[in-house]
């Protein structure tokens, strides 16, 4: 099944294609061109989103990772997992930033909504975070099975499609986030990884990278664990494992060189900083 067989939905699958940065590996569309059914490989990408009057469903059906979008109804900052979907409004512009991904995916034409007995603020929640719905992701699914292997009628597409429409409309509203720290599991990732790398130019991106979460609300989570920064927590256990090095004779600057800092000025402060000593008198203090 390829897309020249949805030759009703040429608009919305180049809108789509052109997007992806090429052609669709197959999708499927209704009569009369208001929806398309796809399935494609996506690779990570950023850039802008929302633009166009066709509704977006995509279910993870494979890659995955941290997904942050933005739009004027809020942000959505979450590990994106296989099962799950995301929905994006027609004419609710915005920008993403997504991991490699396979999704399947329905792109509805605002005006397919149009005496279906739903209204676009009816799924404004929808569209405000990941859902993992399994009647859904179920739909979604019998209706590519049925388009592929040419067994289900058009009444049936028909009927499928308002099904998800009718129950993106009834979702629950989601509870208000509490603020939650990492979870120890992640935690202990994130700590290895700066441990093992304590010589490097590991940023704060590269940490959040490893646990599947966007950055800035990694970095709360990581203070709210323990109550320091993610910078703070590396400078702190740079200069624990300076320590010894000083014990052991290295000078200042062969220190600095091994803990990441080019400028020894900088490790000499940022060292005193978190011990309150100089590094040059940390071996000879008897006090320490």
Sequence with gaps: MTCASASPATAVAARVAAESGGPLDACVGNADGSVLMLRH???????????????????LTAGGGALYQRTALGRIAQPWRAGAFNVVLPDCPGEFRSPALALLGLAIDARH??????????????????????????????????????????????HGVDLVLKRLAGLPVAAPAMRRGLSPTHLKRVQELIDAHLGDDLGVARMAQEVGQEASGFSRGFRIATGMTPYAYLTWRRMEAAKPMLLAGRSVTEVALAMGYANPGKFAAAFRRVTGQAPSRWAGNPTR
């Design 113 to 158: 909504l149009q005496g279906r007995g739903v209204r676009l603020e009816q799924l404004h929640r929808a569209a405000s975070a990941l859902h993992d719905d399994p009647v859904i992701a179920s739909v979604m699914g019998a209706l590519w099975h049925c388009a592929e292997a040419h067994a289900g009628s058009a009444a049936f597409f028909e």
């Design 41 to 59: 490989t996506f690779a990570a990408a950023q850039g802008t989103l929302g633009e166009g009057s066709a509704l977006r469903i995509g279910l």
